[in-house]
């Protein structure tokens, strides 16, 4: 995502700026600078302030160099830093070669007494070890190593451009459904809205969002217009939304989006000149007999937007993937909630993206399970659809194992996960996006409070809430009861 790359550039617009690097010469073991495919160190160092260790190396010159892996000796043992190779030349430019390359990471794990040495991986399956160096102590933070480090703690710390989210998996007739009650964007409409005073408010997930009267006057609308005209517009479509008494607050359902540019979907509050879309009631009549839903199909999608790779046309597609995949096993965390283990069969669905100008095999193994092998060729995506038992889903944490088969000169890129399980109805830190079934009743679980309120977001820009909700205590949490109705997304 675009800000990701910004990250980067900034990263790399100060490595620019930071002078060469003067820690010890590094050296290669067993004569390995002697070959073609090999990479030439300009120099390298750690500095600290005691709260993890930024290393800092530079390159003379590489030619087929595939990346990094960079180890901290810890009594008399080596610790690998990095979960998956840093990409080095190879990997980022289409030159063959390249010069004067400089990179950085950022060791949460590292203190003043780390010790570390790079280790350089070539197309040839060759590696190359640097001499060992040790932390520095940084004191100047505004110095150019100071501004270094914090820029890279920081970006360490709160920089998250992975794509993370839980995906409802309707059933045709309600997805057709949902899709025939979408109103289409209106670029007219939009122009008027943008020309209007008002604010914008950006949403990066779904959600019901409120926004106070004191937010809005703070961004500069006018909060003593009258509330009935206040509307609230998303690429030119009105919104219904909630307005607190006196206007204390709106309140909206909101969704982010998932570009090439933005994850951040724009909502424009303006006073219009009529009467504004508004949520309302709607009561929830027993349809049919009260027979219970159990679950409902849900996707874990997990994407990861750490890597720009420069080298890969993939047309209109991005360029962004996840960590390294190698020879040297790539896990990968997925948490899971309230999986329903009554059903026999979920499925995983992988994709990743080819590097290198090979042949490719990489094996799967989830939660110690192999699963199989994604095969494929060149710097093309490839991907596969695992059907798998249930019972080998865990509740919490499940680990996805990828290693590849065919060799040091077969690397990929980890682009997406998705696993697909039927869900139990319970709730998440309160809040929980579902759907009900065809005339299925449902007892949802695992609220911490009796103040719940129910959304039926079937129609998205005119979402409704349910007036009579049944509420009841189910020991130490409570439960939401809804009658058997027709399927509805909430």
Known sequence: ???????????????????????????????????????????????????????????????????????????????????????????????????????????????????????????NGQTQVSNQFSSKFISDFSSPVGKLFEAGRKSFTTANPNVLKNEVSLPKTLQAEVEENKLQADSDKQRWVAAQPGVKIGVKKEGIYRVTKTELQTAGFDVTASTAFWQLYRDGVEQSIIVGNNGDYIEFYGKGIDTRESDT???????????????????????????????????????????????????ETDNFFGRVISNTTVTITLNLSAVDFN????????????????????????????????????????????????????????????????????????????????RRLQAVQNSLSFYTKNYKAINLGGFSSPNIRVFD??????????ANPQIKQNGSNYQLYLPPYRGRVM
């Open 457 to 466: 977001i079937s129609y998205p820009d005119s979402p409704s809430i349910v």
């Open 265 to 315: 979907q724009i909502y424009f509050l303006v006073v219009g000149t009529e009467n504004g879309k508004r949520i309302n009631s709607t009561f929830r009549r027993a349809i049919g007999s009260p027979v219970l839903q159990d679950s409902y199909a849900q996707s874990f999608i997990f994407k990861e937007r750490t890597q720009y790779i420069s080298t890969i046309f993939n047309g």
């Open 343 to 422: 059903a026999a069969v979920s499925s995983i669905d992988i994709t990743i993206q080819g590097s290198t100008e090979t042949g490719h095999q990489t094996k799967v193994i989830l939660n110690g399970v192999e699963l199989g092998v994604i095969t494929g060729s060149g710097k093309n995506s490839m991907s596969r659809r695992f059907e798998i038992q249930t019972s080998i889903l865990k509740e919490g944490t499940n680990d996805l194992q990828l290693t590849t088969l065919n060799g040091a000169s077969d690397i990929s890129l980890f682009d997406t996960v998705k696993v697909n399980y039927a």
């Open 1 to 123: 995502m675009k800000k990701s790359f910004v990250l980067i550039a900034l990263l790399n617009l100060i490595l620019f700026l930071h002078p060469s690097v003067s820690a010890q010469r590094l050296s290669a073991k067993n004569d390995i600078n002697l070959v073609e495919s090999s990479v030439k160190y300009a120099g390298a160092e750690a500095i600290s302030d005691g709260r993890g260790v930024l290393i800092e190396w530079e390159t003379v010159n590489e030619s087929e160099n595939l990346g990094f892996y960079i180890y901290r000796i810890d009594g008399n043992q080596k610790v690998l830093v990095n979960p998956s190779l840093i990409p080095g030349a190879h990997l980022q430019v289409r030159e063959g070669q390249t010069f004067g390359k400089k990179y950085t990471f950022f060791d949460i794990e590292g203190d003043l007494s780390s010790t570390y040495y790079i280790e350089s991986l070539n197309l």
